[in-house]
């Protein structure tokens, strides 16, 4: 009777063991299932930037996993409805999204843009790129040094213009931030993208420039840089110092990474993570990414929420100061 009950016992052992097996979720037998297709989503149209750069992830991704990968795209309100369909999405994987920086964490910072979502909505996967802001002035400008735009903002204060691309974005915090650690006071001139703010700074109706390193504008010989908001200098402007090296700890830019839905599995997270590092070490990707003038910056999932904590903690502190010119 005891040897019958050890085999039952056994026998049970092996029925349960099957069962599990077989209930498994897929990533555990085999992430990514080479017949089933993982979908990036890019909350930002076709063709920018943003997209190129998505693009050659995923086609990178797809010889790294041996699977297909599909750019899907999701525009609209700053990004918030792709972000919102990402933090909604099945947390198995097959469904991953850029975050691109600010707007990732603007859009739930603002209580009036009313966001589902939050940090804690997503896994983080990698950064990718980071574009560190720059403060530039026409090439003849009478401003030789970013210490003679500090310092003629202060003198008159609210009389020196500078562009921004937008409420909200970069070139808007990274403004307001300058303005906090040194007292100048700007005119800050809203424009709707890059290319009509450059027009307006060569065609003299603004005096200073805030972009980023990776606006090809800004490297034609019509600007003078005056600094690179970065804790290290950039290639694409040689002999360019950072604020940091000229007496202002201000790190601010247009940074692009990737995430999945919370609730991914840690393992997907690292298989996905370790993919996405392996494309951005590889010499066509790094040439495609120094033809579009973009920085490569890859971060594993540890050290791009801690660049995100750190990013969120500064965008936190000048939020209300944002809302006072919304």
Same mark, same amino acid.
């Given at each position: ?6 085999? !039952? ?10 069962? =599990? ?10 992430? %990514? #299932?080479?017949?089933?297709?993982? /979908? ?9 930037? !943003? ?50 920086? @600010? ?28 574009? @560190? ?8 400008? %009478? ?29 808007? =915090? ?5 303005? #906090? ?34 606006? %090809? /504008? ?19 402007? @040689? ?34 993570? *370790? ?5 951005? *070490? ?22 791009? *929420?801690?660049?995100?904590?750190? =990013?969120?903690? *500064? ?12």
């Amino acid at each position: 009777m005891a040897q019958y009950r050890f085999h !039952s016992r056994i026998v049970g052992f092996f029925c349960v063991f099957a069962v =599990f097996v077989l209930f498994l979720p897929a990533w555990a037998a085999e992430f %990514p #299932q080479k017949d089933k297709t993982i /979908q990036l989503m890019v909350h930002w149209s076709a063709g920018g930037s !943003s997209d190129t750069g998505a693009r050659l992830i995923a086609s990178g991704l797809e010889k790294e996993l041996g699977t297909s990968v599909v750019v899907v795209n999701r525009p609209g309100a700053g990004g918030q409805i792709g972000y919102t369909a990402l933090s909604q999405a099945k947390p198995d994987g097959y469904t991953i999204g850029s975050t691109n920086f @600010p707007s990732a964490i603007s859009s739930y910072l603002d209580p009036n843009r009313k966001a589902t979502y939050n940090r804690q909505s997503f896994e983080l996967l990698a950064l990718h790129v980071l574009d @560190p802001g720059i403060i530039a002035v026409k090439a003849d400008s %009478p401003y030789k040094t970013l210490q003679d735009v500090i310092a003629a903002a202060k003198a008159a204060p609210k009389k020196l213009r500078v562009n921004t691309t937008g409420i909200q974005t970069d070139e808007h =915090f990274a403004t307001l931030w300058l303005e #906090q650690l040194t007292g100048a006071q700007l005119a800050r001139v809203h424009l709707k993208g890059s290319a009509p703010s450059v027009t307006a700074v060569l065609g003299g109706k603004i005096e200073v420039y805030c972009g980023n390193v990776g606006d %090809p /504008q800004v490297r034609g010989g019509e600007f003078r840089v005056l600094g690179i908001m970065d804790s290290e200098r950039n290639p694409f402007l @040689p002999g360019v110092k950072t604020f940091e090296e000229q007496g202002y700890k201000i790190y601010f830019g247009s940074s692009r990474g990737f995430a999945a839905p919370a609730g991914t599995p840690k393992e997907v997270v690292n298989i996905l993570s *370790k993919a996405i590092g392996n494309v951005t *070490k590889t010499e066509d990707h790094k040439q495609k990414m120094l033809n579009m003038g973009l920085t490569l910056r890859y971060l594993d999932p540890a050290g791009y *929420k801690k660049y995100w904590d750190e =990013f969120e903690a *500064k965008m936190r502190d000048l939020m209300p100061l944002i809302q006072k010119e919304s």
